[in-house]
């Protein structure tokens, strides 16, 4: 008799046309890179009888409508999940765009007026559609020193893009420049709902359970000292199935991503208008509580989302009390996390950018060995339409991936 190992499984995901109903096409999935974890599971509702008997005893019950929740943790890395941070956002990418001399009037572009200013000489940086929390990339410009760097955008206005890193400075006015935006991700003016269906493959017994109807209900983004960045999808979906050795494996050659996981080592978080030096500890979730509905039936209808609520916290070494004013005094900031490869320049990335973060509190311990650490937890709120230079969204996710 052969026995399923641990280890010898595949999970892969492609999205549904019609919900919970596997696709027709089964080439075109994407393989799931999973750390350990306990993946989907069927639930059953029980359903008990009344009946009083006189002889004290109970008869067998029955099992109600069908549940199918879980989640899957892996190393986070370019590109791998992006069909899955698209139906968390609950939206759709938006490719790289490229901004040059012949885009919304910006005839010539300047890094004189400063070491993190790029000025243009005319036009609008605002109708070209850059936005704070933008990671951009300038090519093809005079400067070389300037060009294939990835470039945190932390203020526009009609001329002047301001970014966190220190650029060359060129008085001359440049006309051969090109500057593009990273493949972004907002949340939309109206949401798309996308669902999936997911396949754990056993593949030493050669049978699948496949899920359907599967909708991304949140997101998790952590990272510890000398861990890797991971991210955590939770999961609801409407039936599950057992797949005879016939059928099994569904979907055939899955699209397996092979570019490398991120460490927080190479990571950047910038909070209230600076680059945090001794960052210890940093958890991100995206929350939409997605549930079926129970009903006179077995196979929920469909899995509903609710409002979408992003929390989070950050640890750092307790250099000061500016953490502690800002708690009381209810301020409101940014906050710019970039995940890089660990590559020459222009390194691969994924970037998380909040534009409202409140603190909801300034934890400490007193009495251990080294340095104190200062957690901070805090909630967030969408931006909101009619800000200049902002995107209307709670949260923008930028790669470098195509």
Known sequence: MTLQTGKNILIAYKAETTFNTPPAVVTGANQFRPNAGSGLKLARATIKPGEIRSDGKTPMGRLGSKSVTGSYPADISVGTFDPLLEAVMRSTWVAATAVTAATAGLTSIKTATGPNTITATAGSWITAGVRVGDVVRLTASSTPGNNNK?????????????????????????????LQIAKKLIQGATPVRRSFTFEEYDADIDQSEQATGVRVSSMKLSGQPDGMAVVEFGLVGADLVPLATSASPFYTAPVLSTSIGLTFVDAVIRLNGADIATPTAFDLTLDMTAKGQPGLYIVTPDVFENNAELSGSISLLRADLSNLTNFTSETEFELHLL??????????????????????GVDKTIGGDGAMVTALPFMTGTKGAGVAGYDDSMLTILTSAA
């Open 339 to 360: 995940l890089t490869a660990p590559e020459v320049e222009p390194k691969d990335f994924i970037s998380i950018f909040i534009p409202r973060v409140k603190l909801t």
């Open 150 to 178: 990835n470039l945190r955008v932390t203020g526009v206005t009609a001329l002047v893009l301001t970014v966190a890193e220190t650029l060359v400075v060129n008085a001359t006015a440049d006309t051969s420049f090109s």
